[in-house]
């Protein structure tokens, strides 16, 4: 109890709580450390996404291992483990046919009654990045599909109460779980989006990616997508957002079960591991003794996609993984000025702070 807090984001489409669990070593205050996003079940049918979130929550709040008790002191989780309540619902108490769980409760026809078989918005395809920017063939306008991505973007309360929780946060990493694959899929997702050079994303689900015990691959997507949460946070905020398509979709077996799970639980302490004690800059920006957000930029890492990541709103903070130890320059920029700082990264994180 003295690491948690249960916060309300957001009522869903059909007035059912989307919960958080606040997870710091003071989740009443506001947080100076690096922010980290676990999120489950975009999808309400996919059942199994939502004790991958809660067996993660159990790891950071309940191990003993040195890197899980370091993780609830230097750390600011965020546990979102059931992010669409009424495609849960509909999954779990009513008749609507495959695949009709997967999205949200939305009324599309407005006749005062909500049909599970044919209306909704997906979730996954409602965030404003490259919102049906592939047309129909990485989500759909058809109201029925199970892949509809609402009739504009952003359009759903729980996509804007995820966005609502980046904007504050500004979270360095996020997985957001999902079935079924066996795959690790990291941004860009959306086919013709450039990633930045180096990208740090995909070098990283690449380290990740061999920590399961079951065979998990690294890929950019499983089939054309937009409008996904996983771009929206990276292209929007810098997250390094993963998509983790556990092993299988609602196993009968409680055995099966257990070993999906046990092929996901490595992820997050290697994410844990990495955010830690990989290689990282974290620094601080000030205008007139204030901080401020400040949009930061890396002259050795090359974006291409329109990206503009910015420093914390309320303490000015940044921080930033990078693939190899050197000097960076940092280059921030506000208020129409421009200033440039060097931090050397030879070890575990380095600081740096800059003022206008």
Known sequence: PDNTRVVLL??????????????????????????????GAHHGHELL?????????????????????????????????????????TTLHLDAGPKRGRKNGREVVQDCHF????????????????????????SS?????????GPTEASEPETRALMALNDQHRFLAALSYHT???????????????????????LLAQRLATLSPQPYRVVRSMYPVDGTDQDWHYHEHGTLAYIVEGSHHNPWDPEVRAQSREGVMPFLPGLVAEILD??????????????????????????????????????????????????????AEWGGERMEADVTVSRGAASVEISF
């Open 49 to 89: 996404s939502v004790d991958y979130a809660l067996d993660a929550g159990r790891w950071l709040l309940e191990s003993e291992d040195v890197l899980a008790v370091r993780a609830r002191s230097k750390l600011d989780v965020w546990l979102v483990p059931l992010v669409n309540p009424d495609g849960n619902f």
């Open 10 to 39: 957001a009522d869903s489409r059909q007035g059912r709580p989307i919960l958080a669990l606040h997870i710091a070593q003071d989740p009443d205050q506001q947080q100076d450390k690096p922010s980290l996003l676990l999120n």
């Open 141 to 149: 306008s058809e109201t029925s599909s199970p892949y509809y991505r």
């Open 115 to 138: 049909d599970p078989a044919t209306e909704g918005v997906d979730l996954n395809r409602n965030y404003p990045f490259q919102w049906g920017g592939l047309g129909e063939r990485g």
């Open 278 to 331: 990989g290689l990282r800059i974290d620094g601080q920006v000030f205008a007139d003794g204030k901080p401020v957000p400040a949009a930061i930029s890396l002259v050795q890492e090359q974006t291409h996609a329109g990206e503009q990541w910015t420093a914390r709103a309320r303490d000015g903070r940044f921080y930033r993984l990078v693939p190899e130890p050197g000097t960076y320059r940092v280059i």
């Open 180 to 202: 079924n694959g066996s795959l690790l899929i990291a941004p860009y997702t959306i086919d013709g989006v450039p990633n930045p050079e180096p990208s740090m994303a995909w």
